[in-house]
């Protein structure tokens, strides 16, 4: 029996740890606070290893490829995957929702004072910076991404001459994963303090509204972590790729659920897809993207918030609002970062384009608040399942393209 557990060892100490964090943090809320630094050491860790992680896997996968037009194809698939999986679960909470009170016959009147920034959206800062140093910074990963991407495809382009920076960069990534597997031996201790921190921290007093609704995008959640997972593994592997999917798929679910952070969940989100068996050339390129692109959590929430807020507000719910919902739903699971706090741009973003009242923000950011882990998690796994879509479909093109060549050589 302990030799069919061995492959979920690490799994379960991280979930006890989560588990007994939860209670402390509940029996003793004041000691909890003063254990969160602890959590926050081993977040930081994670985060500091973040930049040459990225950069490096991202660079090494590239760098050895000898055909670009292949590069080209997966980051068509990645920005498709990504608009899809942000759409569809997006749809789905908004029909439910509206077949809900969810404002439970309250109507609010905000009244409350809010001085926000200007809302805008500054494109430009979020997928470039005007200085090589600000690539250095985790706040700035899609434009390091950009660069890696960049910096990759030129070195394949050197030829003879750019292979021996390939096997530099190749060598330093190794080193990199060996040091995140040096950090996750901390992860019990870690996310257990940082857990128990957040459980003594949370407000439980939230009016009926609230809790409904929460209750209601949680209740979603569970169930499209699910019969997502299923459905999406399935696409991309098969009934096998169901299996290894399911197989894996504690640690980074965990792991996300304690940190709230995709971006922070990232070296436990690519040694799984390691383990799942996917190839590394594929989720070495994937799955930093997908961090960054793929998030249906944040697209349901952004969603469902909006839903809520025309509710209490007493706004009709036209056809209009519905297609500017969806609208924002995949723009902010494309745009919003993944780590802690990078929802509150969210907010910001629902309020301005919609035109609604700044006071708006607080309430929106209470269900973004409470439901940030379950998203994070469905940010996290559905990273996994999208990666093995992408390898079924290159894979295919892969054995369409070796079927091929006899025929053409020998006519």
């Not at 908004?94 to 905000?110: E, K």
């Not at 299923?230 to 940190?259: D, E, H, M, R």
């Not at 919003?336 to 509150?344: D, S």
């Amino acid at each position: 029996m302990w030799k069919k557990l061995e492959p979920y060892r690490s799994s379960i100490v991280l979930l006890l740890a989560l588990i007994i964090g939860a209670i402390f943090g509940i029996a003793a809320p004041e000691l909890a606070l003063k254990v969160k630094p602890i959590g926050q050491i081993f977040l930081n860790l994670l985060f500091m290893v973040i930049v040459p992680l990225v950069s490096l896997s991202v660079m090494s996968s590239i760098a050895s490829m000898t055909d670009l037009k292949k590069l080209g194809k997966i980051l068509g698939l990645v920005l498709v995957i990504s608009i899809a999986m942000a759409f569809f679960p997006a749809l789905g909470i908004v029909g439910i929702a509206q077949m809900f009170d969810i404002s439970q016959g309250v109507t609010i009147d905000l009244s409350q004072e809010f001085t926000g920034g200007n809302g805008g959206m500054d494109f430009v800062s979020m997928f470039t910076t005007n200085d090589f140093v600000g690539l250095l910074s985790k706040s700035n990963i899609l434009a390091l991404i950009i660069m890696s991407v960049l910096a990759g495809i030129a070195t394949s382009q050197a030829g003879e001459k750019g292979k021996k920076i390939a096997e530099l960069i190749d060598a330093a990534n190794a080193i990199v994963m060996n040091i995140v597997g040096l950090i996750m031996k901390l992860a019990p201790v870690g996310l257990g303090a940082f857990f128990a921190a957040t459980m003594a921290s949370q407000d439980s007093s939230i009016l009926a509204p609230l809790a409904t609704v929460i209750g209601l995008l949680c209740g979603y959640m569970v169930v499209y972590y699910i019969v997502g997972a299923c459905v999406y593994s399935y696409i991309g592997g098969g009934v096998n790729g169901v299996k290894q999917f399911w197989k894996y798929a504690a640690a980074p679910s965990i792991t996300a659920l304690g940190t709230c952070s995709s971006l922070g969940t990232l070296p436990v989100t690519i040694k799984t897809a390691d383990n799942m068996g996917i190839r590394k050339d594929i989720y070495d390129i994937c799955i930093p993207l997908f961090v960054n692109l793929n998030k249906s959590g944040v697209a349901i929430t952004a969603a469902i918030k909006v839903v809520f807020i025309y509710a209490v507000l007493g706004l009709p719910f036209t056809f209009d609002v519905f297609a500017m919902t969806m609208v924002i739903a995949v723009l902010s699971a494309i745009i919003i970062g993944g780590v802690p706090g990078g929802a509150f741009l969210g907010e910001i973003f629902i309020v301005t384009t919609l035109g609604l009242p700044l006071e708006a923000i607080p309430v929106l950011v209470v269900i973004g608040t409470v439901c940030d882990a379950p998203a994070t998690v469905l940010n996290v796994v559905h990273d996994l399942n999208a990666t093995q879509i992408v390898e079924r479909f290159m894979g295919k093109e892969t054995q369409q393209q070796e079927q091929s060549q006899p025929v053409e050589q020998l006519a």
